[in-house]
């Protein structure tokens, strides 16, 4: 079985699903019909099947290793700006991530390797995933079961600064660790025309923000990779009125444990600070989203190695701030995270993950697909 050949003989199928699910889709934990859609091929084709509220876990094959491949299935509170046939039916809904990407390629090789059941010489695990977008549905897969008996898993990824077509694949770590932050402070409100009578919170939120973005560039090793965004500012409702309270919110990155939490101490001595010196206080809620993506390099390797066999376009992907919590697969079995180039500016395919007028490149679609068949009728020789 030559993988590209099969995925290429699917490849409008392939297309036709991502159509579908970009057409509806579905916020974390509420991807219901997308779930059943891919449940009901899977049945179909033979796979044994474990749902874990709208998440899928399906296994076929036979043998003494398992690999796992997995997708995520949730797309994003945005409005589509697209004007295409598969534009977004639902108002303030799109999928602008290519997990509908996601979704079809591996249905796709979900498909194939049902054909080539016979041919398997392991056993294949696929994870259909919810809630990547912040709900940290990985977590809820592998307590579900998702890993137990997985030897190595692989996850794909359709990349808006990668050229069509090609296939980007790095060692070691890859993506950034993030956490979410929310901060509010409390001041004493009173008339615009009379400051000196109030407790303005207004300064000291502007003076948290610049002294936020000291936190990397005066306490951070230069070598080391950080950021701190602050990302939303609400406080004050008229224009001659100081406000009570002014609430922040905002993200930070990190690559190590020391730099985070080296990020979200400083972040608290700040705040505690200033509303000291201004006799205010301060709210200060840190959440943890997700850890960094590090990639094994034994299984980077082998991706490499399936990539130049079947004659797939390949470089080495720059480290990226972004998040993805197919980290925590990645702490309990070695495994890869892979991507798949998107940007095609002939089509007008070039605005980046998260926009509305994000798209993919749905002709290079059966490539991540073949790559991962390729990866399952390796993966029992390494």
Same mark, same amino acid.
């Given at each position: ?90 108002? =303030? ?54 890993? %137990? ?26 993506? +950034? ?28 939120? +502007? ?75 301060? %709210? ?20 490499? +190695? ?41 089509? =007008? ?34």
């Amino acid at each position: 079985m030559n993988p590209v050949e099969e995925a290429l003989k699917i490849k409008d199928q392939i297309v036709a699903w991502r159509r579908d699910f970009h057409m509806h889709p579905e916020l974390g934990y509420e991807e219901e019909r997308t779930s059943k859609i891919v449940e009901e091929h899977l049945k179909e084709w033979g796979y044994k099947i474990k749902r874990v509220g709208t998440g899928i876990i399906a296994d076929i094959g036979r043998g003494e290793k398992t690999i796992a491949l997995r997708a995520d299935m949730d797309a994003l509170p945005v409005q589509e700006e697209n004007d295409v046939p598969y534009k977004s039916q639902v108002p =303030g809904k799109m999928h602008a991530c290519g997990h509908d990407a996601h979704t079809a390629m591996l249905l796709g090789a979900a498909k194939i390797l049902a054909e080539h059941e016979e041919e398997l010489m392991g056993r294949v695990r696929l994870i259909f995933q919810p809630a990547e977008e912040g709900g940290n549905g990985a977590l809820k897969m592998i307590k579900a079961g998702a890993l %137990e008996g997985v030897d190595a898993i692989f996850g794909l990824h359709v990349w808006g600064t990668l050229p069509s077509g090609v296939f980007g694949i790095r060692e070691g770590p890859f993506l +950034a660790g993030a956490g979410e932050f929310e901060v509010k402070i409390k001041g004493k409100g009173g008339h615009g025309a009379s400051p000196h009578q109030t407790i303005d919170p207004i300064p000291i939120a +502007a003076q948290a923000v610049l002294a936020f973005q000291t936190i990397v560039s005066r306490n951070i090793d230069p070598i080391e990779t950080a950021v701190v965004s602050v990302t939303s500012i609400h406080g004050g409702s008229a224009f001659n009125i100081i406000p009570e309270e002014v609430e922040l919110k905002g993200t930070y990155r990190f690559f190590r444990p020391e730099i985070q939490k080296l990020i979200e101490n400083r972040m608290g001595e700040i705040l505690q600070g200033l509303t000291q010196a201004h006799g205010a206080s301060y %709210e200060h809620r840190i959440i943890e989203l997700t850890s960094p993506v590090v990639n094994n390099p034994k299984m980077t390797k082998f991706v490499k +190695a399936i990539v130049q066999k079947y004659g797939l376009r390949h470089e080495e992907v720059a480290a990226d701030m972004g998040a993805e919590d197919f980290a925590y697969y990645l702490q309990k079995v070695p495994g890869t995270f892979i991507t798949l180039g998107i940007r095609n500016e002939e089509k =007008g395919i070039v605005y980046p993950h998260h926009h509305p007028k994000f798209d993919v490149d749905e002709d290079v679609l059966y490539l991540g697909t073949a790559l991962e068949v390729g990866l399952v009728v390796e993966f029992t020789k390494i």
